[in-house]
């Protein structure tokens, strides 16, 4: 699929050439300033091409967060001298091309010299990971048995979650919409380590 933009640099078909061009400044630019809803990556990485590709001066740029913690989703934290670090592992995957992009011009905090991509890559390389399982206790053991074990009931009642709109869902706490009984199932146990889902009632103001 084609998307359509007015910028073909954005086509990023296979073999594209245009990817890798650099864009040129445009004009005006010097006179805008940018206000970024969130600091979740979306708009980190937003404010990161309006300086990459629309070469916008970082003072120009502002990121209006709600929170006091910066990160959104990523459950991020901004460290003096570290820059902004994500707390957790994140598993990432080949298709990812724009944020490959993104982090084929930064330079690494670890190791300037490399860039956040090279760093990444060669980490992952030199010190390859994978689990057996998904929940372990008391240093090793397994714990989970990987099996959802979700019977007929349970198993609609997250159909029925599935289906139920945003604006029946907003502002409302995870015990308030799952029973007792899904709470407890070996699904929710494997569910709330991948996603960090805590229960209890925690409304937004
Ligand atoms: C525990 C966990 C593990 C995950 N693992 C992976 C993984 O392995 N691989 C993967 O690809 N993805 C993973 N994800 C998903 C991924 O982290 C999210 O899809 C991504 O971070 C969402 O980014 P975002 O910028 O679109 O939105 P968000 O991160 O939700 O950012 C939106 C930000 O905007 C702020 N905001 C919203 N409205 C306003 C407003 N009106 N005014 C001011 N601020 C506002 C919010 O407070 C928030 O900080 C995981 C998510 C979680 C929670």
């Known amino acids: 699929m084609k998307l359509k933009t007015y910028d073909d640099r954005l086509t990023l078909t296979n073999g594209s050439y245009h990817s890798l061009v650099n864009a040129r ?64 592992g994140r598993e990432m995957g080949h298709h990812f091309e724009v944020l490959w992009s993104l982090f084929s011009s930064l330079p690494a905090t670890e190791d300037p010299s490399m860039s956040v991509l090279d760093y990444f890559y060669y980490t992952n390389l030199d010190d390859p990971n994978y689990s057996n399982c998904r929940i372990t206790r008391k240093q090793g053991e397994r714990y989970d048995n990987g099996k959802f074990n979700l019977g007929q009931d349970l198993a609609k009642e997250l159909a029925l979650f599935v289906a139920t709109s945003d604006e029946e869902l907003e502002n409302k706490s995870i015990d308030e919409i799952f029973s007792e009984e899904l709470l407890e199932s070996d699904f929710w146990t494997l569910w709330r380590t991948m996603f960090a889902f805590k229960t209890g009632t925690v409304h937004l103001k």
């Open 25 to 88: 400044k445009p004009e005006g630019i010097d006179e805008k300033q940018a206000y970024l809803i969130g600091t979740g990556i979306a708009s980190l990485a937003a404010g990161c091409f309006l300086i990459r590709d629309a070469h916008m001066e970082g003072n120009k740029i502002t990121f209006l967060e709600q929170l006091d913690i910066p990160g959104g989703s990523l459950d991020g934290n901004i460290r003096q001298n570290a820059g902004y670090v994500a707390r957790g």
